[in-house]
């Protein structure tokens, strides 16, 4: 009975399974922007202007495809789907404050960073932007710190995930028998 009682309450090998995407694909996501702020930005800070641009506008073509939204959106939906889930248990709280965060960081994205995305694409061609230096001092500095905004909303995400895990193993059923019993731990 407590071992049902338990699995029903965190949403049994489904629940689980959930919790473990979410957590994966949270964790993806917030290693993008991660890898961003530590790698691509600041080799991108070395680019003359024209350079700059170009790539950038380059990301923003290349990391709108299929897989990117699947993970990006993915992690979203299934931090909801474990917050539902886990509704009645005491992973609740976390998991729902892993949605919080990660829709906080979606977002950011979306009202912050894709608009300046788009304001760079509208530039047009950086061989025939008149002002280059222009063009990106209005996006190179907002942009970043934007993405470090996202990527710390991600990284709290990913954050209460695990510990929601930890908490999911801890009280397992499989890790705690029915008659308390240590042997059969």
Do not use: H, K
Request: glycine content about 6%; aromatic content about 8%.
């Amino acid at each position: 009975m407590t071992q049902n009682t338990t699995e029903n309450r965190s949403g049994g090998r489904g629940g689980r399974a959930v919790l473990a995407a979410a957590t994966a694909t949270t964790g993806l996501v917030a290693g993008i922007w991660f890898a961003y702020a530590i790698s691509v930005m600041p080799a991108l800070a070395r680019s003359d202007d024209r350079t700059y641009i170009e790539v950038m506008q380059n990301v923003d073509d290349v990391i709108q495809n299929p897989l990117f939204f699947l993970v990006f959106l993915g992690a979203l939906v299934l931090t909801a789907i474990a917050g539902r889930q886990q509704w009645r248990s005491p992973l609740r709280p976390w998991v729902l404050a892993a949605l919080v965060l990660y829709s906080a960081a979606l977002l950011s994205t979306v009202l912050m960073s894709v608009p300046l995305n788009e304001e760079l694409v509208a530039a047009g061609d950086p061989a025939r932007i008149a002002d280059p230096a222009a063009v990106r001092d209005a996006y190179e500095d907002p942009w970043v710190a934007w993405n470090i905004v996202r990527g710390v909303l991600n990284t709290a995400a990913l954050g209460c995930l695990c510990w929601a895990s930890t908490l999911m193993r801890q009280t397992s059923p499989y890790l705690v028998s029915a008659a308390g019993s240590s042997a059969s731990r």
